[in-house]
């Protein structure tokens, strides 16, 4: 597999990479051992799309609706990967509220994801995202703990190629990779290159930033 990514960026500022206490954390559900059922019957009762139920080694994520920046950074990045994913047919571009299942126990909607073609087709509607070839998170204060801990370790474990989390207070995403112990910090450019596209994908980080911030109102004199 070709991996193309710039060196780790010492100067980034990365808020409490190791842990992240401070962060209100999103809500685990203490209980037994959940099932998808469970979280099925959970999201069947739920008015709308929020809060987002996603289900990790029997523990069930509990998300609340998230802020305006948040999906501005969502939108912003789908938007980009998909130009570069279609362009090398490499497989489609999602963005939650959608659902990815690794494992049959297991139920996730992580915030944009690249799923790969199955014998040169795309994914059809009624079926289930079981491989990835990216997955991206953006940090919020109540998702933190659990993106930097509990769905990064389960997405190296089930080797997903690249997990990226996207820290918006930051400016920066962090990137890992199954079986690293230490994320890749970027802040100014970000290059990834999976198997089977002809070029890597690039981002200029600061421009990609600087694109989602409220625009200065005219204060003319």
Known sequence: MKWRSSAIVVHAELRCFFF??????????????????????????????????????????????????????????????????????????????????????????????????????????????????????????SSARHDRFTKRRFFQKHRVPEYWIVDGEANAFEIWRPEEERAALIDDRLVWHPDGAPEPFSLDVRAFFASIEDEESDQGT
């Open 20 to 141: 992240a206490e401070h962060y209100m954390a999103m809500p685990t559900i203490a209980k037994h051992a959940w099932t998808i059922d469970e979280v099925e019957e959970l999201m069947e009762e739920r008015r709308g799309y929020t809060p987002r139920y996603e289900l990790v080694d029997a523990a069930l994520l509990v998300t609340p609706a998230p802020s305006l920046r948040h999906q501005r950074i969502v939108l912003e990045l789908a938007v980009v990967l998909r130009e570069y994913v279609k362009r090398h047919r490499l497989g489609e571009t999602v963005i939650s509220p959608s659902t990815v299942s690794l494992t049959p126990d297991s139920r996730l909607e992580p915030d944009v994801y690249v799923v790969p073609t199955i014998g040169g087709r795309l994914l059809r509607s009624t079926e289930v995202a079981t491989r990835l070839l990216l997955a991206a998170e953006v940090l919020s204060p």
